[in-house]
């Protein structure tokens, strides 16, 4: 459920099998998540949404089907070839654009979108703050962004069942369906990432207003949703 990490090297050895895995080891809630996400954006006919680390472009696709015109960028080649089959099958090529980039320095002029999500990725990315200071660059005013994120529960009754599935099923699934060692990694990334309250405070730190976190079936997931003051 990684989209997108520096070169993008290592997503185009998982590329080929990545959806088919995603949808098993998230039992496929995976995409009910990126609904919310396109729900939350809250998206008008002919919005101008960008993508980040759009992988397989599965989000970016949502978008397109909500009205809206998507540019979805990553750095995995492999990814975005899958991704523009997928576009060109759902017959969705003039409303979505795919484009080799790095989210810690997008190749776009102030204000261009009118609003941005990603879904898996804000994890991967070195400097995260940098990165979300270029989504605030490139969102005009009074524009909305929604960050999906695969977070580990720290509370609850479940807290203990959703980490052992994160750090011993997952990694396990992953390679034994994918034929890459790639997904050992995936545990190792949601045990570091901030928890919910911390990274909201990041991306508030990083030129957004009204941050809001937003976790989802008990926590292994959490939305953020923020405007562009």
């Not at 809206?68 to 090529?93: F, H, N, Q, W, Y």
């Not at 810690?104 to 979300?132: H, K, S, T, V, Y």
């Amino acid at each position: 459920m990684t989209a997108s990490l520096g070169s993008g090297a290592m997503f185009d050895a998982i590329a080929r099998r990545y959806d088919f895995v995603n949808r098993v080891i998230s039992f496929g809630t995976d995409q009910r998540w990126r609904r919310k996400t396109v729900a939350a954006l809250g998206i008008e006919p002919g919005a101008r949404i960008l993508d980040v680390a759009t992988g397989t472009a599965d989000l970016a696709l949502a978008c397109a089907r909500a009205g809206a015109r998507v540019t979805g960028v990553d750095p995995s080649a492999g990814m975005l070839a899958i991704g523009e089959r997928k576009i060109a099958a759902a017959g969705l090529a003039e409303q979505v654009t795919l484009l080799a980039g790095d989210a810690q320095e997008l190749d776009f002029g102030a204000a261009q979108f009118d609003g941005a999500c990603m879904a898996f990725g804000i994890r991967n990315i070195p400097d995260r703050p940098r990165a979300l200071r270029e989504l605030a660059r490139v969102v005009r005013p009074g524009g909305t962004i929604a960050i999906l994120e695969l977070t580990e529960p720290r509370n609850g009754i479940l807290a203990a069942f959703a980490r052992f599935h994160v750090h011993k099923v997952v990694p396990f699934l992953g390679a034994l369906l994918s034929g890459a060692r790639e997904y050992k990694y995936l545990q190792a990334s949601i045990a570091a990432f901030p928890p919910p309250a911390i990274f909201a405070g990041t991306v508030a730190e990083s030129g957004f207003a009204d941050v809001d976190a937003r976790p989802l079936t008990f926590g292994v997931a959490t939305l953020f949703v923020a405007r562009r003051p």
